[in-house]
């Protein structure tokens, strides 16, 4: 089993930054990869960033150049520094661990508020 715990969302203006951490326990043997997932009321959950066990990453056009998506082995931590956010970034942000052949984990996830 995979545990992910989400941490860092809350309340922030616009134009300021926040960074998202998910940690990891359990077994990831045959981790694929891992990313950042956002929702909002009444719409499909939508990847924000990814990252392969090969360290490739992948971002969302309405994130690139204001999100970073990172992780820490040693700590088996991923994070999400979020700059320039808009009131438009305002979600829940889950955190998302596929593994192959056994399937996807998902965090409890955590609110990110912009204020205009």
């Known amino acids: 089993q995979v545990q992910l715990v989400e941490s860092g969302g809350g309340l922030v203006q616009a134009g300021g930054s926040l960074r998202l951490s998910c940690a990891v326990s359990g077994s990831t043997f045959n981790f694929r990869n891992m990313g950042w997932y956002r929702q909002v009321p009444e719409k499909q959950r939508e990847l924000v960033a990814e990252?392969?066990?090969?360290?490739?990453?992948n971002y969302a056009e309405y994130v690139k150049g204001r999100f970073t998506i990172s992780r820490d082995n040693a700590k088996n931590t991923m994070y999400l520094q979020m700059n320039s956010l808009k009131p438009e970034d305002t979600a829940v942000y889950y955190c998302?661990?596929?593994?192959?052949?056994?399937?996807?984990?998902w965090g409890q996830g955590t609110q990110v508020t912009v204020s205009s």
């Open positions: 990252i392969t066990s090969r360290g490739i990453v």
């Open positions: 998302n661990l596929v593994r192959a052949y056994v399937g996807a984990y």
